[in-house]
């Protein structure tokens, strides 16, 4: 069956370190997406993608940075990690003009 | 600006019960709906959609209910059972202005089902 993964499910790092969280989906879909989570806010776009070698920043981008170097993959990095980027990460995928998008299990990062 | 927003965070129903969790959205141009359920340690699942050149859609025990003229968007979930117990969000876009505009999510209600 056709899946979305994210790993790891759980992450902690320190502060200034570089972190590249891992998003993989066998659905092959051209549509990719990351997004925080965090109370108060629900679900916040930081970057996307609509194909191989494209990306896009999306609200909350600052910080963050993503590569797309084949259908299936998406990975997320921080560049420097911060307090403020403890948050819940969700990634999802969707069909070409799709709007229904499928998530992943999440990947809850804490930073300290 | 541009907004999705939730009346009430929680929401409490007597197992068997109708629930309704209500959804506002402030931008004209969305025309496009969709409510996502989230158990807890899991990541959001698709309930339900619609567009906006519809009032009503019904699901399996789910209906979405839309009402343009004052921008407001509720599902309803028919005799509620415990595995209803989840967060909920709504998400509004648009897909007919050709631009690129994502899902823009909501902050989410809170249901639980009481036994």
């Known amino acids: 069956d056709a899946e979305i993964t994210q790993s790891p499910r759980h992450k902690i790092t320190e502060t200034g370190r570089q972190v590249t969280l891992a998003c993989h989906q066998t659905?092959?879909?051209?549509?990719m997406f990351w997004y925080r989570q965090d109370l108060g806010h629900g679900l916040r776009l930081i970057h996307y993608?609509?194909?191989?070698?494209?990306?896009n920043k999306g609200e909350v981008s600052d910080g963050y940075s993503v590569s797309r170097s084949n259908t299936e993959d998406l990975p997320l990095t921080l560049e420097s990690a911060a307090s403020s980027q403890t948050s819940v990460y969700f990634c999802?995928?969707?069909?070409?003009?799709?709007?229904?998008?499928?998530f992943g299990s999440g990947t809850r990062l804490t930073v300290v | 600006g541009e907004s999705v927003g939730l009346h009430l965070p929680t929401l409490s129903v007597q197992e068997g019960d109708n629930s309704i969790i209500n959804c506002a959205y402030s931008?004209?141009?969305?025309?496009?709906f969709i409510w996502y359920k989230q158990e807890s340690g899991k990541g959001p699942q698709f309930i339900i959609d619609?567009?906006?050149?519809?009032d009503k859609r019904q699901g399996q025990r789910v209906t979405v209910l839309l009402n343009k003229t004052v921008k407001h968007l509720s599902l309803q979930i028919a005799a509620t059972q415990p595995g209803d117990s989840a967060v909920y969000f709504c998400?509004?876009?648009?897909?007919?202005?050709?631009?690129?505009?994502?899902?823009?999510f909501g902050s989410g209600t809170q249901l639980t089902v009481l036994p």
């Open positions: 999802a995928s969707s069909r070409t003009g799709e709007r229904r998008y499928t």
């Open positions: 659905w092959n879909h051209n549509n």
């Open positions: 993608s609509y194909g191989v070698h494209d990306t």
């Open positions: 931008n004209s141009a969305s025309d496009y």
């Open positions: 619609i567009r906006s050149n519809m």
């Open positions: 998400a509004e876009t648009s897909i007919s202005s050709g631009s690129a505009r994502q899902l823009t």
